[in-house]
Nanobody, 124 residues
Framework: QVRLEESGGGLVQAGGSLRISCVGS????????MGWFRRAPGKAREFVAA????????YHADSVKGRFFIARDNAKNMGYLQMNSLKPEDTAVYYC?????????????????WGKGTLVTVSS
């Protein structure tokens, strides 16, 4: 099975940008669909973005569409989330996740493998 570890979180001002990363180990990430989720303080975890095995298909939640961009580099076993025009409401712990098969919105974008998360704080 694959193990995931996020990095790159931190404090950023509103309107700023940040890129967070996810490194996979134990098994090639190319075997997995990848996604990013977040949990804001006091709220339920929510889907942010997902990307297909090859990277040719992406999905983004409406709340981040046009501001956040998911990407991957299978040669490096890495996944990324580029976050632009950040807002205070984007403050959350961001989790990298992976699954062998794609589970769409009807299945809640269910993922079997999860990292421990990285905190992103956006100040106003």
């Amino acid at each position: 099975q694959v193990r995931l570890e996020e990095s790159g979180g931190g404090l950023v001002q509103a309107g700023g940008s940040l890129r967070i990363s996810c490194v996979g180990s134990g098994r090639a990430l190319s075997n997995y669909y990848m996604g990013w989720f977040r949990r804001a303080p006091g709220k339920a975890r929510e889907f942010v973005a997902a990307i297909s095995h090859s990277g040719d298909t992406t999905y983004h939640a409406d709340s981040v569409k046009g501001r956040f961009f998911i990407a991957r580099d299978n040669a490096k076993n890495m996944g990324y989330l580029q976050m632009n025009s950040l807002k205070p409401e984007d403050t959350a712990v961001y989790y990298c996740a992976a699954n062998v098969d794609f589970n769409g919105p009807a299945q809640g974008y269910r993922m079997d493998y999860w990292g421990k998360g990285t905190l992103v704080t956006v100040s106003s």
